[in-house]
């Protein structure tokens, strides 16, 4: 089985089929990839040619409303900007991190309102010529293809209206969140059917929502079966009924919403935060058989190579059992890691995930 692409890898481990090792997806911040050049890696390879780990493309569309994009602030330090999603917020150039968010247009039924008129399903919003250059490539290079989901809790919070409103709103404006979330995903789903009717099909559904944080979730489980899970069952029954698989991505604590996320039909997770409460070891011998489990390893362990080369000589033969099973560290690659702990770890990793 040597010699394998990557969509025959991903495929075998979705099947709990052995491979010529475990698929290998992750994902360093740019100021990691600043590092690592800095260290070696030429300037012109990719991350994923560089180490040969799996290759990953994506189909994503613009369901936003298309509010006006300026920038607002910007020096040497940060950029302000304002987004497609009536977002304002201060975009980081050195700081690896997240943005931080200041403000939002969409607040309440009416500016949602307003902003849904806005969010039509429209030719214009694929990229059809990305996709007339790359697509072809992508297929005979063997990559695994994903399209990407912007609809979720995850992405209304931070970037749409705002944490602590959502989280209020799902207590006081029900019905308005489940209209958020559906609707955008209503869009989404249309446009990339445009692009799948056109030949860019794809083999995953990728649905990206942050549902937990430090050994807990946002929500209850209540809450999610009423609000959350509308939204969620309708992109996996989406995506099954074209006979791709799901892949649901949730930092944090999520282990009691892990039952509903299996019966929703969801075909992997990721990734596992060690950090925030979650265990691995107990995914897998809970739902290894129902789910590929992508990620699990601590971040934090990755700068100190005894400390992570420990960690998956105990974990990897674990998680690799029966398949199903995606290399990866629980969170994004942080630029503490340098490039000679990553060619360890990437060595180690072909070493102990083969079959």
């Keep these: ?34 590092r690592w050049r800095n260290e070696g890696m030429p300037a012109d390879a990719s991350y994923e040619d560089y180490f040969d780990v799996d290759k990953v493309s994506r189909v994503v569309v613009d369901n936003s409303p298309r509010y ?12 302000v900007i304002t987004t497609s999603w009536g977002g304002t917020q201060r975009d980081f150039k050195d700081q690896d991190s997240t943005p931080e968010f200041i403000g939002y247009t969409i607040v309440d039924w009416d500016t949602w309102t307003a902003a849904k008129a806005r969010m039509t399903p429209t030719p214009e919003r694929i990229p059809w010529d990305h996709l007339k250059t790359n697509y072809e490539k992508w297929r005979k290079e063997g990559h695994w293809i994903l399209g990407d989901l912007w609809f ?36 989404n789903l249309k446009l990339l059917e445009m692009a799948w009717d056109a030949g860019y099909t794809f083999d995953m559904l990728n649905i990206r929502d942050d549902m937990g944080y430090k050994h807990a979730q946002f929500f209850s489980l209540k809450t999610y079966r009423e609000i959350i899970r509308p939204s969620h069952q309708k992109a996996v029954d989406w995506a099954h009924n074209r006979g791709i698989k799901t892949r649901l991505h949730s930092c944090g604590y999520i282990m009691p919403l892990l039952p509903e996320i299996v019966d929703v039909g969801f075909d992997a997770l990721h990734p596992m935060e060690v950090k925030a409460g979650m265990n691995p070891q107990e995914v897998k011998s809970r739902y290894g058989d129902r789910l590929v489990l992508h990620g699990g390893f601590n971040a934090v362990l990755w700068k100190d190579r005894d400390a992570i080369t420990a960690e998956m000589e105990r974990l990897l033969p674990v998680l690799k059992q029966s398949s199903g099973y995606v290399f990866a560290a629980d969170h994004s690659i942080p630029n503490d890691v340098s490039l000679e702990n990553m060619s360890t770890i990437i060595a180690l990793a072909k070493k102990l995930g083969s079959f």
């Design 152 to 187: 979720s809790f995850n992405q209304l919070t931070s970037y749409v209206v705002g944490m602590e409103r959502f989280l209020m709103y799902l207590i006081e404006e029900p019905e308005l969140c489940k209209d958020m979330l559906l609707y955008s995903l209503d869009v």
């Design 1 to 34: 089985m040597a010699g394998m692409t990557s969509h025959e890898r991903f495929t075998r481990m979705f099947q709990h089929r052995e491979a010529d090792r475990v698929a290998m997806w992750d994902f360093p911040w740019p100021g990691t990839l600043r």
């Design 68 to 79: 006006p994009e300026h920038t607002i602030e910007e020096n040497e330090e940060f950029k």
